[in-house]
């Protein structure tokens, strides 16, 4: 039978959040929902498109969502879907809000640590429930276990069509952004953690452009310690060389090539992940408002 947990995502008690990255986040009332930049804002039933799917960039406020799983764990069956506070389904991709302001974001994990079931967001699905990804119709673990929480920011999109000057020309690999999050902690399935960024590892995976934000959550006894890229070499020596050494060379059990970062394969400071950040929320609201093509890619 499915179970369902509750856990409580990020907030503020002001209800300061928006649908997209800016300077300032929107202060909105719980009922609308911003349209873009400018701070235009609607009602869900005011936004028509035309397309199978209707969609509004609407986030939840002060949102505590309900997991609930359907069908075995670790089977092809099994979803971990999101509800809100009146039990509907919702996105935890589109719907989820991606910054809390002062440098906050939100961050939903698949993985948890020291696990190796590879667990990700469902982006062709409607509502976008995390699954155990699959190959030739069998599910897909790593060759061994995960050393960090993984999962994604919410919001963010990382564009096929658009090629990174700084990673070779790479384009994006169509997914949301990637995070490692360091804490001591392991999570669970479908948590949503408060988490700073601290850094940035570009991945080139067959090609692709795969980012990885490293990241820890405010909850962590070390969290007050660390701030940008040195302070994590500081306060845990070693962990963005083994993160960096992991994700290159998971595949290679499987008979594949090595992945390949760039940016001179060093991580890159905060600064320069949070403008990953943005240009991937900026990426992800061309997508939501069909400025580009979504493909097969479920915008609810």
Same mark, same amino acid.
């Given at each position: 039978?499915?179970?369902?947990?509750?856990?409580?995502?990020?907030?503020?008690?002001?209800?300061t959040t928006s %649908?997209?990255?800016?300077?300032?986040?929107?202060?909105?009332p719980?009922?609308?929902?911003c349209a873009? *930049?400018?701070?235009l %804002?609607?009602?869900?039933?005011?936004?028509?498109?035309?397309?199978?799917?209707?969609?509004? %960039?609407?986030?939840?406020?002060?949102?505590?969502?309900?997991?609930?799983? !359907?069908?075995?764990?670790?089977?092809?069956d099994?979803?971990?879907? *999101?509800? @809100?506070?009146?039990?509907?389904?919702?996105?935890? &991709?589109?719907?989820?809000? =991606?910054? =809390?302001?002062?440098?906050?974001?939100?961050? /939903?994990?698949?993985?948890?640590?020291?696990?190796?079931?590879?667990?990700?967001?469902a982006?062709?699905? +409607?509502?976008?429930p995390?699954?155990q @990804?699959?190959?030739?119709?069998?599910?897909?673990?790593?060759?061994?276990?995960?050393?960090w929480?993984?999962?994604? =920011?919410?919001?963010?999109?990382?564009?096929?069509?658009?090629?990174?000057?700084?990673? !070779?020309?790479?384009?994006? @690999?169509?997914?949301?952004?990637?995070v490692?999050?360091?804490g001591?902690?392991q999570?669970?399935?479908?948590?949503?953690?408060?988490?700073?960024?601290?850094?940035?590892?570009?991945?080139?995976d067959?090609? !692709?452009l795969? &980012?990885? /934000?490293?990241?820890?959550?405010? +909850?962590?006894?070390?969290?007050h310690?660390?701030?940008?890229?040195? +302070?994590?070499?500081?306060?845990?020596p070693?962990?963005?060389?083994?993160?960096?050494?992991?994700?290159? +060379?998971y595949?290679?059990?499987?008979g594949?090539?090595?992945?390949?970062?760039?940016?001179?394969?060093?991580?890159?400071?905060?600064?320069?992940?949070l403008?990953?950040?943005?240009?991937?929320? !900026?990426? &992800?609201?061309?997508l939501?408002k069909?400025?580009v093509?979504?493909?097969?890619l479920?915008? *609810?």
């Amino acid at each position: 039978m499915a179970a369902t947990r509750v856990i409580t995502a990020a907030a503020t008690a002001t209800q300061t959040t928006s %649908c997209f990255l800016a300077k300032r986040a929107f202060l909105l009332p719980a009922n609308k929902s911003c349209a873009g *930049f400018g701070g235009l %804002c609607f009602t869900r039933r005011s936004l028509v498109l035309k397309s199978k799917r209707p969609f509004s %960039c609407t986030a939840i406020y002060n949102p505590k969502v309900q997991i609930k799983e !359907e069908g075995p764990p670790e089977s092809l069956d099994y979803r971990v879907f *999101f509800l @809100d506070g009146s039990g509907k389904k919702v996105s935890p &991709w589109h719907d989820i809000p =991606l910054t =809390l302001g002062d440098g906050v974001f939100n961050f /939903i994990v698949e993985i948890p640590k020291e696990s190796k079931a590879k667990m990700e967001v469902a982006t062709e699905e +409607d509502f976008t429930p995390i699954k155990q @990804d699959t190959k030739k119709g069998k599910l897909r673990y790593y060759p061994y276990n995960i050393n960090w929480n993984y999962g994604l =920011l919410p919001q963010t999109w990382e564009d096929p069509t658009q090629a990174n000057a700084d990673v !070779e020309g790479a384009f994006g @690999d169509n997914d949301p952004v990637d995070v490692v999050e360091i804490g001591d902690a392991q999570r669970k399935i479908g948590e949503v953690l408060k988490i700073k960024p601290l850094a940035a590892l570009a991945m080139i995976d067959e090609g !692709e452009l795969d &980012w990885k /934000i490293v990241a820890i959550s405010l +909850d962590d006894p070390k969290a007050h310690l660390v701030n940008d890229v040195d +302070d994590v070499e500081k306060h845990f020596p070693g962990t963005l060389t083994a993160i960096r050494d992991w994700f290159r +060379d998971y595949k290679i059990p499987d008979g594949k090539p090595a992945n390949r970062f760039g940016l001179g394969d060093k991580p890159a400071n905060k600064e320069y992940a949070l403008k990953i950040i943005h240009e991937t929320n !900026e990426s &992800w609201a061309k997508l939501v408002k069909r400025s580009v093509d979504a493909g097969d890619l479920s915008l *609810f």
